[in-house]
Every structure is written in structure tokens, then in C-alpha cells.
């Protein structure tokens, strides 16, 4: 089969037409559907599955032969349609108590989007027992796509008993926008903010639900276009941005919030124009979460990644929480949640995963309702209040922003690999002296008050990099180092 690079950690991801086809969906769905039948003890004829998918342009091509490879095996279907990422999580979380023709429960969710990605990206999000599948998972579902590809070859598909009966449509956006607006209230009372849904699946939720809470809300691309016009739908580049904090500024806004291209990333704008990263918008959600516990006994878990600020971990360790670091990844984040029994955690890419009164996956549009709570509890408090005021334990370091070096995903390993062999042979290249070099997740050197940070991406052939010191010019210095030599060696 020639479509096993396709098959990530975390998902399954590549670019439409040579990674990602129709074809690839069919098999895949049936594999899945397997995977299922071998994990439940039940025959696939007595299997639920939910199907939704991003607004990208291949999106629907893809959804139908998704549906197809599930429906040639007898599973039933439910396919919710254009619908953010979250929506799928929910339906399994939740579940559908007004689709009586099934009455059972949902045995899995499969989620068709490239997410962040640029436009001409695809891709499939799996779950199974209310979690995204982990790494281990993903590769017993290529093993049984293997299988069904050579068992079932695609002239075969042709003849394939399609049994549209166990299809059936369900719109649970309008089921979840009811039901968080019920959890929240008006709690947006008094509050004017900005969502920029960049033209993804975000548009069609989040707009009218923060009305329904109470905020005056500034629309930016809602409508749904795969192709992306205004931006890349990536809150976590900043360069994405510009136009919502413009439109922040200049109409006096207390926030702006931006999704991704399935709503299960958020990123967050101050009164002030400014982006908060994903260490700073978790250390806020950590701290008012720390805040509301009435029993200050037991100090919760709180999860992130090692991109984040030292000044996220040690904040939440001084504040009455215990701060976990964990590998990068929303399966790895979802895994690490459950062994410790966090009721939080997030990422600096805008994932935010709240146990604390709802579900534990990653949903932005949710954690849009929590910043605008955050905002408007304080704001009650002290009419001056402003987002910003939040973020002062920052202001002890110099933070970079997130460096991208394009590096072919064959080459990583040994890339890295004589990096870090470089690094140990040379331990003052940084100028500073190395405490530490902590490898859960490519290398994440420590020094004194600051760190330098190179790790392979999970979904794209690049590293990400990010540094902190205790001045910019440390800062710089960490930065030029490391990028230099990262070149360098990938060059050779």
C-alpha cells in the first residue's frame, strides 16, 4: 500500500491527491472499523460511528468515502457534516440523546481535517473509548488498513454493498451551542470582543454563541472557505494575526479570540493588541482554576509541553498546583491527563484541555467561553481590569518567539541526533553554562533562569525552536547559537 507515510503519531496527515485520498479514506474506515470490532468484542453491523469534517475543499470527496468504507462493512453511521473538530469529540463525549433510531451508544468519532495546515493538507482524527487514539493505536489501524487493502483490493470496492439505511444526518452543532450557552449564561455581559474564525469551522459556532452569552462580538471571516483567503488558519503564527489585532485596537475590545482550521486551537489577543502564547493564556486558566478550588490540601496536576515558559511551571508549583511536563502532541497531553488525574493542561499551540467542568479534550471554541469568563469575573471586580494585568510573572524573562526550520522528516533523527552529540562536546557554544538537557521530547537545554528548546514536529518536516533567558541579549545569543549549527548540520 503507498499511503503509510500518511499515518502519523497523533493522526493521519499529508497532502490531498498524494498522501491523503479518497481511495486511502475507504480502506482506512474499514481498518478503523476493525480495530473497533477487535476492541469491543462487537461485529462491525453493531458498531456507531460519528463522521464530521473541515471546511477544506476536498473535505466532502473525502467524508463520502469515509462513510462508504464504514458503511461496506455494516457499521452505522451518523455524519454531523461541516463541523469543528470538537463537535466529533462531543458527539462521543455527550453523546446524541435525540437520535432514537440507533439507542446506543457511540463507539468512536472520525474527524476529517488537516487542522493548521495550509490548504492543499488533509487528514483523519480518530477516538476511541472518548480518547483520541495514541501512537500505539494509529499503528493497529494502518496494520488492519494493510489487511483490508490486500483482502479487499480496490477493483473490489466497486461491487462494495453500500447500505445507505445505516446513514444517518444529525446537526449537533445546534445541540452543543444550546448546551454551553446553558453552562455559561450571560456571563459575557459588558464585555465586547473579536473572533476571527479564519474562514474554518469555527464561524459557523462560536460568533453566535458568545451573543448568546452576553458579548458584543466584532465578526472576521466566518464563513466557511477551504481555500483560506484572508489567512493561514493558524493562531499559533503570529503572523496570522495582524488582522484581529487591529481590529482589537482600534474598536477598544477587552479581547480577541482566533481558531485554527478546526476550532481545537485558540489563540487569544489582549485590549493591547498583544498574542499571548499558550504558556501565558494556560497560566491565566491555571491560576483562576487554582483560585476556585475550595480545598487547598491536594495540589492538582496541571499538564503542559516543553515549549512553554519555565515561568508557567514554577508559577503553578508557587501557586498551590503541581506543573507536569510531558512530549508535545495532543494524544501525549490526552495520555499524560489520565495517568496523573489533571483537570487541565495545554500546549503552546493553543490546545487547552479542561476536565475542570467539562469533557478533558481539546476544544478552542469551549476555551474561548472560559477566557470570556475570566475576563468578566475580574472586570466586575475592577472596571479598569484589563487582560493584560495578567501576565506580570512574565515580565521577569526575555521569551523568543517560535522559530521554524524546514528539515526533511527523513533526516530529523540523525539531524538531531548529532546536534546533541555536538551540544555535550561543546558545552559553552551558548555562552552559558548548561544545568541540564532534558530529551522527553527532542532537547530542551537549561540554564539558569532560561532554556533552548529544538524538537521535530509532529505534523510537518520541520523543527520548532524557542528559547527564554533572563535578558534579550542572552536570549539572542541562545537563539544564534542553536539555529546556526541546527542549519549547519542539516545542510550536511
Not at 128 to 137: A, D, I, T, V
Not at 176 to 196: C, P, T
Not at 297 to 322: M, R
Not at 469 to 486: G, R
Amino acid at each position: 500500500m503507498i499511503y503509510e507515510t500518511a499515518f502519523g503519531k497523533n493522526d493521519i496527515r499529508g497532502i490531498y491527491g498524494e498522501d491523503i485520498t479518497e481511495e486511502l479514506f475507504f480502506y482506512t474506515a474499514r481498518g478503523y472499523l476493525r480495530f473497533l470490532s477487535e476492541s469491543t468484542g462487537k461485529k462491525p453491523e453493531q458498531i456507531l460511528v460519528t463522521v464530521c469534517r473541515d471546511a477544506r475543499l476536498h473535505s466532502p470527496a473525502l467524508s463520502e468515502a469515509l462513510i462508504n468504507g464504514l458503511l461496506s462493512l455494516g457499521a452505522r453511521v451518523i455524519d454531523l457534516g461541516l463541523a469543528p473538530t470538537p463537535i466529533g469529540y462531543y458527539s462521543e463525549a455527550k453523546g446524541i440523546s435525540s437520535v432514537i433510531t440507533y439507542n446506543q451508544d457511540i463507539d468512536g468519532a472520525l474527524i476529517i481535517t488537516a487542522s493548521h495546515n495550509p490548504s492543499q493538507y488533509n487528514g483523519l482524527k480518530m477516538t476511541f473509548q472518548k480518547q483520541s487514539l495514541n501512537e500505539e493505536q494509529i499503528t493497529d489501524v494502518k496494520n488492519l488498513t494493510i489487511k483490508e487493502y490486500q483482502n479487499f483490493p480496490p477493483k473490489a470496492t466497486q461491487h462494495a454493498i453500500i447500505d445507505k439505511s445505516k446513514l444517518q444526518e444529525y446537526d449537533l452543532v445546534y445541540d452543543y451551542i444550546q448546551d454551553l450557552s446553558k453552562r455559561f449564561g450571560k456571563i459575557g455581559e459588558g464585555l465586547k470582543i473579536v473572533v476571527d474564525s479564519a474562514n474554518a469551522t469555527g464561524g459557523i459556532v462560536a460568533p453566535k454563541l458568545y451573543r448568546l452569552l452576553g458579548c458584543e462580538v466584532i465578526e472576521l471571516y466566518s464563513n466557511p472557505d477551504g481555500r483560506f483567503p484572508h489567512h493561514h488558519p493558524n493562531p499559533s503564527d503570529e503572523r496570522t494575526l495582524n488582522d484581529i489585532k487591529k481590529v482589537v485596537v482600534a474598536n477598544q475590545a477587552d479581547l480577541g479570540i482566533a481558531f485554527d482550521g478546526d476550532s481545537d486551537r485558540i489563540g487569544v489577543i489582549a485590549s493591547d493588541g498583544k498574542y499571548l502564547t499558550g504558556d501565558k493564556l494556560l497560566l491565566i486558566y491555571a491560576l483562576d482554576y487554582l483560585n476556585s478550588l475550595t480545598d487547598k490540601t491536594n495540589a492538582p496536576a496541571i499538564v503542559s509541553e516543553v515549549k512553554c515558559s519555565q515561568v508557567l511551571f514554577d508559577t503553578i508549583n508557587q501557586n498551590g498546583g503541581t506543573a507536569i511536563m510531558c512530549k508535545t502532541g495532543h494524544g501525549y497531553i490526552k495520555a499524560k491527563m489520565r495517568e496523573t488525574g489533571a483537570l487541565l493542561a495545554g500546549e503552546m499551540s493553543g490546545h487547552v484541555f479542561f476536565k475542570d467542568r467539562y469533557y478533558g479534550f481539546d476544544d478552542a471554541i469551549y476555551a474561548g467561553c472560559r477566557i470570556i469568563e475570566v475576563v468578566a469575573k475580574h472586570k466586575k471586580a475592577n472596571p479598569e481590569f484589563k487582560l493584560e494585568d495578567l501576565l506580570t510573572p512574565f515580565n521577569k524573562v526575555f521569551t523568543s518567539q517560535e522559530y521554524r526550520i524546514n528539515c526533511p522528516n527523513e533526516k530529523k533523527k540523525a539531524v538531531l541526533d548529532r546536534l546533541q552529540a555536538y551540544i555535550e562536546e561543546h558545552p559553552m557554544m551558548f555562552s552559558d553554562k548548561i544545568l541540564n538537557i532534558v530529551t522527553l521530547d527532542g532537547m530542551r537545554i537549561i540554564f539558569d533562569g532560561g532554556f533552548a528548546l529544538v524538537r521535530q514536529s509532529n505534523t510537518e518536516p520541520v523543527f520548532t525552536l524557542r528559547f527564554e533567558a533572563k535578558t534579550q541579549t542572552l536570549c539572542e545569543i541562545y537563539i544564534k547559537a542553536m539555529i546556526d549549527k541546527l542549519e549547519e548540520f542539516i545542510k550536511g
